[in-house]
Each structure stands twice: as C-alpha cells, then as structure tokens.
C-alpha cells in the first residue's frame, strides 16, 4: 500500500473506531494506536490520522523503529510512543530515551529499575483484573501499594491500565473493567486504560479513558516484525 492509500485507510478505519465509541456512550477518549508488528509508516498514518500516541509491545522491535529518535539534531516525534507490554527489567535501560509512556508496569522491581534508568518517566500500573496467567499485571488488592511505591521513587503515575480476558466474549471483561475504573476513581487518578478492539464497547461503558486499539485501524497483525522492517 502507498503512503496515500494507507494514510486514507488508518483515517476511514479511525472513524469507525470513534464512532464506535461514541456510540457507546464514551466522550473524551483517546485511541492509542497499536502498531506492533507494523511499520514506522503505520505509525506515521495514524498520527496524521489524529491519533497523539501509538503503543508498542516489543523492547527490540522500539529500538529498531524508533532508534533515530536518538541521533543528534533528530527532530523530536509529532506523537508519544508508548510501551504496552509485558516489560523485562533488563529491557528497560535501551528503552529508557525511547518511550514515553510506560503502561505495563505491574511489580516493584520494575518500579525500582525505571526510577534509576528513566527517572521521573510517566507510567501506568498494569493492574490484572482477572486471574488469567501469562498476561502480567499486578493482582488488584496490591494496586494501591505499588502505585505508592511508584510516587516514592519519583515516577509519575498518570493511572492504571488492565487487558482484558482473550476468552468469554467482550461481556468477560465487564466486571473487571469496573473494578479498575473504581480504583483509578478511588485513587484519584486521570488514566483508565482499557479496552482493545474486541472489548472497546464494554470498556467505554465501563469508564475508559483511553483504548488501545490495532486490528481495527490496520488490519490483520503481521506474524513477526521480520516482515515489517
Ligand atoms: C496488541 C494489544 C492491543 C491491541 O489489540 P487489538 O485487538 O489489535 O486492538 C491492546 N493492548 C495490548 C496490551 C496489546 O498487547
């Protein structure tokens, strides 16, 4: 697809996507744009697009993307990079001048190690509001500990993320989605990230703030970042 055709397609594919929302009842939520897997140009489309920020899962496939960022007199991004998945602590040092956002923080040793790599740096606790393993996020009776912990060591948190169950249907996520938005309620904080492109409507009626959103502005994944580079 040329850039034109691309460009025209993640800005149909977004209208959708707020339409849906909006038809959900949701007002003021932003479309985090999941590019993982797909090229800087996807990127690209949907900041023109409108989207403020895209989300990315993948330590080595950030550097690979976004590594110019750090060339000297490189232009600063027109939109913020975001990190959504599950995040090893040994990663965190060759992310740290790339990532705006981290959303997937859901332990204390991640707590420690991006207050000594990236200080100050915004974050969201991963808060896991269902027992599904192998997902990440930190059990929702410990949520409040760690985002204490978080302050502590001088990062900023903007709120709590959580992904929803990959089985059930949308309505799974319902009862979890609600118990997240309590506590970003009851601890007094801005962000309520949930909701992908399954589960976007149970998560604005629920109470988003921002969903994170892939399948429904690009397509269909590539299987391994190999094929987008
Ligand atoms: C991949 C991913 C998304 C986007 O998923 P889609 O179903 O393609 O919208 C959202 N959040 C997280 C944490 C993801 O890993």
Redesign the pocket.
């Known amino acids: 697809m040329n850039a034109a055709a691309l460009d025209r397609s993640v800005a149909e594919r977004l209208a959708v996507v707020r339409e849906r929302i909006a038809r959900a009842g949701g007002v003021d939520v932003s479309v985090l744009a999941?590019t993982?897997l797909f090229s800087i140009d996807h990127c690209w489309s949907a900041h023109r697009a409108g989207c403020a920020a895209v989300?990315e899962?993948y330590a080595q496939e950030v550097v690979a993307k976004f590594a110019s960022r750090l060339e000297p007199g490189a232009a600063p991004l027109p939109f913020e990079v975001h990190f959504?998945?599950q995040l090893q602590t040994n990663k965190v040092r060759q992310l740290a001048s790339l990532i705006d956002v981290y959303e997937s923080v859901d332990r204390l040793s991640l707590v420690s190690e991006l207050s000594k790599r990236a200080p100050g740096a915004a974050v969201l606790i991963q808060a896991a509001c269902l027992h599904e393993p192998g997902k990440g996020g930190c059990p929702i009776e410990d949520v409040p500990a760690l985002v204490d912990a978080a302050r502590t060591a001088g990062l900023a948190v903007r709120g709590l993320m959580t992904?929803g169950p990959t089985t059930g249907g949308p309505d799974a996520a319902r009862a979890g989605f609600r118990v997240v938005r309590a506590l970003v309620d009851a601890l007094e904080l801005d962000i309520c990230s949930m909701g992908?492109?399954?589960d976007l409507e149970v998560a604005v009626q629920e109470g988003s703030t921002q969903v994170?959103?892939?399948?429904?502005l690009f397509g269909e994944?590539p299987v391994s970042a190999a094929s987008v580079r």
């Open positions: 999941v993982k989300g899962n959504i998945g992904v992908m492109t399954d994170r959103i892939g399948s429904a994944r």
